[in-house]
């Protein structure tokens, strides 16, 4: 929803026909697994690598695991090879959608394209070595068997580039903000939120995201919050998304001293999650200064300036840049909880900052649209088409 959707959405509206075939979280509980919605036809034809359901998320133990990729894997080329498409664009390199992509050229000399948005071998969980060690082949492997890459930020365009790739084969495309899901929020269910949380009286942090360690440490932000409320006790946390780590960072809030200030949501609807920067005094992105951060550039920081809501995060990768200057959010030291919370303090005890905060992001915003970044797509795919593929 936050970039392949909007962007194949805008791509559509430029008159093109558009498909995306994916894999689904919870594919046996599917009501409807093709379908189309604003023009793009949806179809899901197989198991993720995980299973969520609700706020949980599974991993299949290896022989499951296998069984799931093998099955997919062959469900994503039969898409491939059967969709009458000029161009695919793989989105990740993982290793079901790359064999996908590339088998639907070996046979029918399809355009391959590779989106690479974050760097999975950096910031995803792994059971073992070996699953590791795949996703790393096909992170260094895909990028150099396909016609053309594009990617959101500096960090993973040099990835990219120190693999030997020519820099005229690299478009950056950003995250860019989308307001027609943002704006769907609803005033009174918003209050409604508030109501039942028992937070109408409260300055009110959030987080937003998945609840995994490696991408998002959300450790950092609970210590973040332990000062913020030390400060400021009309204060509470949400964190609102699921994940592996879901239910190990509820025992670990239990544990201190702020579990009172600190509520889990759980994994929101993607239709309903405006509601929840709505009710949001400050968005929180919490990072180390590693690669998994370095190589993402959060959504929530875009959302966070089309609700209208300060944002917090870490000066690490391209934050700082898409930021801007002066920032439209405020830069702490990345891996720092006292910087952390001085910036959430500063928000909460200065409307003056806060409202210039959210200003600014409204300006940013407008520089980071989809409809810009399709027009730009567009025209790389229309240079491919004319050349054909490396195949």
Not at 255 to 277: D, E, L, M, R, W
Not at 300 to 313: R, Y
Request: charged content about 20%; proline content about 5%.
């Amino acid at each position: 929803m936050g970039r392949y959707f909007p962007l194949a959405r805008e791509v559509c509206r430029l008159g093109h026909q558009v498909s995306i075939s994916a894999l689904h979280s919870n594919y046996s509980k599917l009501e409807e697994q093709k379908f189309v919605r604003e023009g793009v036809e949806i179809n899901y034809v197989s198991q993720m690598h995980v299973l969520k359901d609700n706020s949980d998320k599974i991993y299949f133990p290896t022989h499951k695991l296998i069984s799931v990729a093998a099955k997919s894997t062959i469900a994503l080329s039969n898409s491939a090879l059967n969709i009458p498409a000029d161009i695919i664009h793989i989105g990740k390199p993982h290793p079901m959608n790359s064999i996908a992509g590339m088998v639907a050229r070996r046979i029918k000399g399809r355009v391959l394209f590779l989106d690479v948005d974050d760097h999975e071998s950096a910031s995803s969980h792994f059971s073992s070595t070996w699953q590791h060690s795949a996703l790393s082949f096909f992170e260094n492997f895909t990028p150099k068997r396909v016609d053309h890459i594009t990617t959101h930020n500096a960090y993973l365009r040099q990835l990219i580039l120190n693999l030997g790739i020519s820099p005229e084969k690299v478009t950056y495309l950003p995250t860019c903000v989308d307001p027609e899901r943002l704006s769907k929020y609803d005033i009174e269910e918003v209050q409604r939120i508030k109501s039942d949380l028992n937070i109408n009286d409260k300055k009110v942090v959030t987080f937003i995201g998945s609840l995994s360690s490696p991408s998002h440490p959300i450790d950092l932000l609970i210590q973040a919050f332990e000062i913020v409320n030390n400060n400021y006790p009309e204060s509470t946390l949400l964190i609102v998304g699921g994940g592996e780590d879901y239910y190990p960072l509820m025992e670990k809030v239990i544990q201190t001293s702020i579990s009172k200030h600190v509520q889990f949501c759980g994994k929101i609807a993607p239709s309903k999650i405006a509601n929840y920067y709505k009710l949001s005094d400050v968005i929180v992105d919490p990072v180390y200064n590693d690669a998994a951060a370095k190589g993402r550039l959060p959504l929530k920081l875009f959302e966070s300036w089309i609700t209208g809501v300060p944002f917090v995060t870490g000066d690490v990768g391209d934050r700082a840049r898409v930021l801007g200057t002066p920032p439209a959010g405020f830069l702490a030291a990345a891996g720092d909880a006292e910087s952390l919370a001085h910036g959430i303090l500063e928000i909460f005890l200065d409307e003056e900052t806060a409202h210039r905060l959210i200003n600014r992001g409204y300006e940013r915003a407008k520089r980071y649209t989809w409809d810009h970044q399709a027009a730009k797509l567009e025209s790389v795919y229309y240079q491919y088409l004319e050349k054909g593929s490396i195949n």
